[in-house]
T-cell receptor, first 115, second 109 residues
Framework: DAGITQSPRHKVTETGTPVTLRCHQT?????MYWYRQDPGHGLRLIHY???????DKGEVSDGYSVSRSKTEDFLLTLESATSSQTSVYFC??????????????FGQGTRLTVV | DAKTTQPNSMESNEEEPVHLPCNHS???????IHWYRQLPSQGPEYVIH???SNVNNRMASLAIAEDRKSSTLILHRATLRDAAVYYC??????????FGTGTSLTVIP
């Protein structure tokens, strides 16, 4: 394991409230990713980071923002949660040397329910 | 961006080889092919990856077609612990991993 901790592991929130999910890693990995997983869609990339304060959008970034102020933490924020954002969220990290040429490590996931 | 297509489900008898196919016809020349598997209520776990040549590791083998438009993950002897959803993933030069919808593998004792 790459020492990835996601918090919280479960959360229920109301529509319209802001929500922040945290991904913490202890391996000093450069690359970090946020995915969401929904039935029939596999994992879809929300945002990713290739270094401190360097982030970019993935394929389903609308309604989400991210921040990475230090190497070990990558935060995902839902500014105003909607029911369509009910999902399981996974964080992933990749070490040095470029993400494609080495393995990615995934956290245990955060199950978010928006009611 | 390269997309992947996989069968929804497959079955295998225990201790027999399993060949899990994946199509990625829009892959670019520098995109890597990765495979991950996921057990219920867990995050995906790395299995294997490659670029052009076939690859072997302790878990599996990856056979990549010469034109790179498809690949096959090979589990040499399926065990009950190999029952999982297997994802074929393309990693591009933009540092992004794109997952397919996965193949649910059932291993029959």
């Amino acid at each position: 394991d790459a020492g990835i901790t996601q918090s919280p592991r479960h959360k229920v929130t109301e529509t319209g409230t802001p929500v922040t999910l945290r991904c913490h890693q202890t391996e000093n990995h450069r690359y970090m990713y946020w995915y969401r997983q929904d039935p029939g869609h596999g994992l879809r990339l929300i945002h990713y980071s290739y270094g401190v304060k360097d982030t970019d959008k993935g394929e389903v970034s609308d309604g989400y923002s991210v921040s990475r102020s230090k190497t070990e933490d990558f935060l995902l924020t839902l500014e105003s949660a909607t029911s369509s954002q009910t999902s399981v969220y996974f964080c992933a990290t990749v070490g040095q040397g470029g993400p494609c040429g080495t393995e990615a490590f995934f956290g245990q996931g955060t199950r978010l329910t928006v009611v | 961006d390269a997309k992947t297509t996989q069968p929804n489900s497959m079955e295998s008898n225990e201790e027999e080889p399993v060949h899990l196919p994946c199509n990625h016809s829009t892959i670019s020349g520098t995109d890597y092919i990765h495979w991950y598997r996921q057990l219920p209520s867990q995050g995906p776990e790395y299995v294997i990856h490659g670029l052009t040549s076939n690859v072997n590791n302790r878990m599996a083998s990856l056979a990549i077609a010469e034109d790179r438009k498809s690949s096959t993950l090979i589990l040499h002897r399926a065990t009950l612990r190999d029952a999982a959803v297997y994802y074929c993933v393309v990693c591009n030069t933009g540092n992004q991993f794109y997952f397919g919808t996965g193949t649910s593998l059932t291993v029959i004792p």
